[in-house]
């Protein structure tokens, strides 16, 4: 029906061939009509930028039907722009509403809503600024992640999603069955039968990718799983997902030291990959960011911008300490002593909590940190045990505003130890003999790590919320869309 092929909007805008006819299609943003010419700005996902149309002498009946969210193919005259603002816009010689939107009902205006409004209407919020500049990230991410390691020679591999073994010792899993739950087979015991259910035992969703990852580390030595996990723990914060994607590389003849470098190394990578990648994206939530914080008091503000904290880290080493000189600086810290932390740090083998991370990485080290060496009993069995008996061999990465966005560990690669703490803990070894057959037969110096993916997607958008990092989060008491 159209003469030329689609141009996607992002390319037109930086296209000098003026007075050449092209075809754009789109959904209307915004829209400003008067008796002699009417303006369109449409967006077609390509860009956050839109494409600003000319109608001249627009008729009655079709400006009707032009509102804002109705799809258009527009074919027209691409002109130099007379203002500075954009290279140009688009005279439109035959514009088509192929989709319209009921002004009346349609929930989007060409204004600013507020981010919990869009969560309600997470099917239809791909379609504001923000959430489409979040989206193209978090791709230009995921696509970073594999290039990262591809060109490290690294293996990608695909570890299950059904699982009957608990990597974390946590018990916060989702049960997968095709029981009648009303009514499941029963033992004589009275409890219930998962002999008999899909897979001959009781499964779950994976809490990770870990165990199987290690399995193909030692023989492909470097390997990593991306994939999605899940964890039914009833955390409601902005930064715990029951449903979130973890990237999990897993390397054969590296120690603690070797891991923590490529930990840093892949997020300066992946922060670069950004800056050099998702220019005008971040520039937009730069300025979204900046509008936001100039709404705050003075105090509450943060010293830095988006993109300056991005550069921020690229241009420091990340601080290295382990968890014991953490608590002595906790400890002694004028905020723990004069009561500001929600939680006190009374001492050696707490747990962090979140605003303690964020304590060490924002008050005290102002850049990134990373801590190793924590308590044995505040970690899960398969990290290699210190000499001192206490602790582990351990790394979290922490980060501004985020606190936790990497966890790993070099692996206990003992056999003998590896078992005896498995025994303490309850991990059941019978099951995992397959586990433990990686240290039966050519043990390895191992280690490896886990990033949360949407933490990572957090700290690149600058975004709080968990939720408005992932199209369709999964949290307590919500599974919509
Ligand atoms: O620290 P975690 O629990 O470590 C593991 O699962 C290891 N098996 C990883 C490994 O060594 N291969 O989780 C790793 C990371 C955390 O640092 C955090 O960024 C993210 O996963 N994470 C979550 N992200 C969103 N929602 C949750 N509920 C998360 N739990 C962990
Ligand atoms: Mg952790």
């Not at 600024?129 to 020679?153: E, P």
């Not at 997020?267 to 960011?289: G, H, Q, S």
């Amino acid at each position: 029906m159209y003469k030329n092929k689609r141009i996607k909007i992002v390319d037109l805008l930086r296209s000098e061939e003026f007075d050449s006819s092209v075809t754009v299609k789109g959904w209307i943003r915004n829209r400003r009509v008067s008796k002699n010419v009417a303006f369109l700005a449409v967006n077609d996902g390509s860009t956050v930028s839109n494409l600003q149309i000319v109608i001249n002498n627009p008729a009655d009946e079709l400006m009707s039907k032009c509102s804002v969210g109705s799809s258009v193919s527009v074919d027209g005259c691409w002109a130099k722009s007379q203002g500075d603002k954009q290279l140009g816009e688009l005279i439109a010689d035959n514009l088509v509403v192929t989709g319209f939107a009921d002004p009346e009902e349609y929930p989007l205006q060409p204004k600013k809503h507020s981010l919990e409004f869009l969560r309600e209407i997470a099917h239809l919020r791909f379609r504001t600024n923000t959430f489409g500049a979040i989206f193209r990230i978090r791709h230009s991410m995921a696509y970073a992640i594999h290039k990262f390691f591809n060109d490290k020679g690294f293996v990608y591999i695909n570890t299950p999603i059904i699982t009957a073994s608990d990597c974390e010792g946590a018990g916060e899993m989702f049960r997968v069955t095709t029981f009648d739950i009303s009514n499941p087979p029963r033992k004589e015991d009275g409890s219930v039968d998962f002999a008999q259910d899909f897979f001959g035992r009781d499964t779950k969703l994976t809490v990770s990718g870990q165990l199987e990852g290690e399995l193909a580390a030692t023989a492909l030595a470097e390997i990593y799983t991306f994939g999605p996990t899940f964890r039914a723990e009833n955390s409601n914060t902005t930064r715990h997902l029951a449903e979130f994607w973890m990237v999990e590389p897993e390397m054969a003849f590296y120690d603690i030291t070797d891991n923590m470098d490529l930990a840093e190394e892949m997020l300066k990578y992946l922060v670069k990959y950004a800056l050099d990648n998702c220019k005008n994206d971040l520039e937009f939530l730069d300025k979204r960011l900046a509008d936001e914080e100039k709404e705050k008091p003075q105090n509450q503000r943060s010293a830095m911008g988006l993109i300056e904290k991005l550069e921020f880290v690229l241009a420091n080493d990340f601080a290295r300490v382990t968890y014991t000189e953490a608590i002595d600086i906790l400890v002694n810290s004028n905020h723990n002593k004069k009561k500001k932390f929600k939680y006190p740090v009374d001492g050696w083998g707490i747990d962090l909590q979140s605003e303690h991370e964020r304590f060490l990485v924002e008050q005290h080290f102002k850049k990134p940190v990373i801590l190793t060496d924590y308590p044995k009993d505040i970690k899960a069995f398969y990290m290699k045990q210190n000499d001192d008996g206490k602790t582990v061999r351990a790394m979290d990465v922490l980060f501004p505003q985020i606190g936790e966005i990497i966890g790993g560990s070099e692996r206990e690669a003992d056999y003998n130890k590896l078992i005896t703490r498995m025994q303490e803990v309850h991990v059941p070894e019978k099951e995992m003999y397959w586990y433990l057959d990686t240290r039966r037969f050519g043990t390895v110096e191992h280690s490896g790590f886990g990033l949360g993916f949407e933490r990572l997607i957090l700290f690149v958008t600058g975004m709080t919320n968990i939720r408005d990092v992932i199209a369709f989060p999964r949290t307590p008491g919500n599974a919509d869309f």
